[in-house]
């Protein structure tokens, strides 16, 4: 008899994707039952063990949504937005929890993720880390003990492969701070500076990102004044991080309420 919730992984082959897959086949509490990637990928039809170049595990890659989640009571998804989104309704039609880490989502894609979450349960979360939720409180915090003297710039580094910025995570933490000063971050938002900029607007929320080589994930929250600098800071050595909060958000979600929740509700911070 398997353990616990059965889980669909969807992007598979993904850096996420994989360590996902070895995380749920080692778990002695819940198990996976699918194992998806898009239509044409070459990994559809192969057991994915053995497409990680590791021993079969007998759960075979399919491109089939649909098939995958009626069976499922959980999806974790670290996909892309167009993904994501097709993959709200049908877990919501399955009726399964869907834990969604894909970033770089526009404003469209949260909406019909919200219209998603009246049928079932939605985690969705940026950063899945425990370190990284932790920090985004202390963003809130620190920005309401500061004025606009201080001024807020978001710096944040990926590895090369990373296809959005600002990452998802610089902007909960750009969130974060908008909410601790009582401003709306779309008014106050300034990203993507090149050439003659002018000078920094005061209250301004900066973001600046960085790409390199395997970088797995930092951020820096600045807040900068004439005499003095305070910086928040989280490094993300290990996607296991990510990993083990996705696998936390699953089994917290079996049995709740339909409904848009994200890594505060399922830490309990
Ligand atoms: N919230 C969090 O804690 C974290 C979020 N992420 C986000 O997760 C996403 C994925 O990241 P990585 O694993 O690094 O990317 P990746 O590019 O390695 O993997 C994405 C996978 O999704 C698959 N995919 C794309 N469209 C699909 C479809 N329609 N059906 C099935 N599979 C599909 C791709 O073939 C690929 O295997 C990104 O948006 C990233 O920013 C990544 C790490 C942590
Ligand atoms: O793409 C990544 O790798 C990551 N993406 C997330 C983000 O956009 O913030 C989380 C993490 O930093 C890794």
């Known amino acids: 008899m398997a353990a616990g919730p059965g889980i669909v992984v969807t992007g598979a082959s993904?850096?996420?994707?994989?360590?996902?897959?070895?995380?749920?086949?080692a778990s002695e509490v819940c198990h996976l039952v699918a194992a998806l990637e898009r239509e044409g990928h070459p990994w559809v039809g192969q057991d994915v063990g053995t497409a990680m170049g590791g021993a079969a595990i007998g759960v075979t890659v399919t491109d089939d949504p649909v098939a995958a989640f009626a069976r499922a009571q959980a999806?974790?998804?670290?996909?892309?937005?167009?993904?994501?989104?097709?993959?709200?309704?049908?877990?919501?039609?399955?009726?399964?929890v869907h834990?969604?880490?894909?970033?770089?989502?526009?404003?469209v894609d949260l909406a019909a993720?919200?219209?998603?979450?009246?049928?079932?349960?939605?985690?969705?979360?940026?950063?899945?880390?425990?370190?990284?939720?932790?920090l985004m409180q202390m963003t809130q915090r620190v920005a309401a003990a500061l004025d606009a003297d201080y001024d807020i710039e978001i710096v944040e580094a990926?590895?090369?492969h990373k296809v959005d910025a600002p990452s998802g995570t610089a902007l909960m933490l750009g969130e974060a701070a908008a909410?601790?000063?009582?401003?709306?971050?779309?008014?106050?938002?300034?990203?993507g500076r090149d050439g003659m900029t002018g000078a920094r607007r005061r209250g301004d929320i900066g973001f600046a990102a960085i790409r390199g080589g395997d970088i797995?994930?930092?951020?820096d929250v600045i807040f900068a004044a004439d005499g003095e600098r305070i910086t928040l800071r989280h490094v993300a050595t290990d996607?296991?991080?990510?990993?083990?909060?996705?696998?936390?958000?699953?089994?917290?979600?079996?049995?709740?309420?339909?409904?848009?929740?994200?890594?505060?509700?399922?830490?309990?911070?």
């Open 75 to 96: 999806v974790v998804d670290f996909t892309a937005p167009a993904a994501t989104v097709g993959f709200a309704a049908l877990a919501a039609q399955a009726r399964a």
């Open 158 to 160: 990926h590895h090369r």
């Open 179 to 191: 909410a601790g000063r009582g401003v709306v971050l779309n008014e106050v938002r300034d990203a």
């Open 14 to 25: 993904g850096r996420m994707g994989q360590m996902l897959v070895r995380a749920i086949h």
């Open 113 to 134: 993720i919200s219209r998603a979450a009246h049928h079932a349960v939605i985690v969705r979360a940026g950063n899945m880390s425990l370190g990284l939720n932790l």
């Open 216 to 219: 797995v994930g930092e951020h």
């Open 239 to 269: 996607r296991s991080v990510f990993v083990r909060g996705a696998l936390r958000a699953a089994l917290w979600g079996q049995d709740r309420d339909p409904g848009e929740y994200d890594m505060l509700d399922v830490l309990g911070i």
């Open 99 to 107: 834990v969604i880490g894909t970033t770089g989502l526009s404003e």
